[in-house]
């Protein structure tokens, strides 16, 4: 049996329509389903739903044989004993430095104080401003990071951005952009030794699905 570690929410969404591209429907929507192991069409292969920060967790240490997962996720959780053979082109949205409307953040870059970060992203934030030369006081939040501003918690967020909407709707503005952001194809090292005859096919089906979608070959990396 092959375990796919999914999370529900916008990676979701976009992953499924790989998944049946690649011959694997879920027997019930996993988005409403209360079900958190889901069987597929395909005899062999199940998905399992946890958490988007565990997806690499359950891979890592076996639970589950592939995954899908943001690079944010995985930047966060640095990637050890993860095998990543393909970026799936979905879930895309970057990674930004946002503030609010009004804050002269260029002015204190120049004035070099210290800077407060809050952000759900610590590593990445620390790496992003530690490149910089910037020393700055990294809160770490958990969610609704767009409130760190408005209340005085920080100078400034780390965080996604897609459509812009919540910025837009809290007043921030994006002054600085970290990095495109997409889902990654995660698959647990000894897996793919043990049960190569279901995980090459899966990839290589998945690559020319995304290849499909996007028009273009995607990234990969010798299996
Ligand atoms: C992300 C991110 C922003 C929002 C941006 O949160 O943290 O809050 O999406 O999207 P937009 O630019 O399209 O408005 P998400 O909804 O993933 O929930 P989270 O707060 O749990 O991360």
């Given at each position: 049996m092959l375990s796919i570690a999914l999370s529900k929410g916008r990676i979701l969404d976009d992953t499924l329509p790989l998944l049946k591209a690649a011959g694997i429907v879920a027997s019930e929507d996993p988005e409403s389903s209360r079900k958190l192991i889901i069987p597929t069409s395909h005899a062999g292969v199940r998905l399992i739903i946890v958490r988007a920060t565990d997806v690499p967790t359950y891979v890592q240490y076996g639970a589950a044989d592939v995954g899908v997962v943001g690079h944010d996720v995985l930047l966060e959780h640095g990637g050890a004993g993860l095998y990543q053979p393909?970026?799936?082109?979905?879930g895309r949205c970057r990674m930004v430095v946002a503030t609010r409307r009004g804050f002269d953040w260029h002015g204190s870059l120049q004035r070099g104080g210290r800077v407060r970060v809050a952000t759900k992203y610590v590593r990445i934030a620390r790496e992003h401003f530690g490149a910089k030369g910037m020393h700055v006081d990294v809160i770490k939040l958990y969610?609704?990071?767009?409130l760190a501003p408005l209340t005085g918690l920080a100078d400034v967020i780390v965080d996604l951005v897609s459509s812009g909407n919540t910025l837009l709707a809290n007043d921030l503005v994006e002054v600085e952009t970290i990095m495109p952001i997409s889902s990654r194809l995660v698959v647990n090292p000894a897996a793919l030794k043990l049960k190569r005859a279901v995980v090459q096919p899966l990839l290589a089906s998945l690559a020319a699905a995304v290849e499909r979608t996007h028009g273009s070959a995607p990234q990969r990396s010798a299996a």
């Open positions: 393909l970026d799936l082109g979905v969610g609704s990071m767009e």
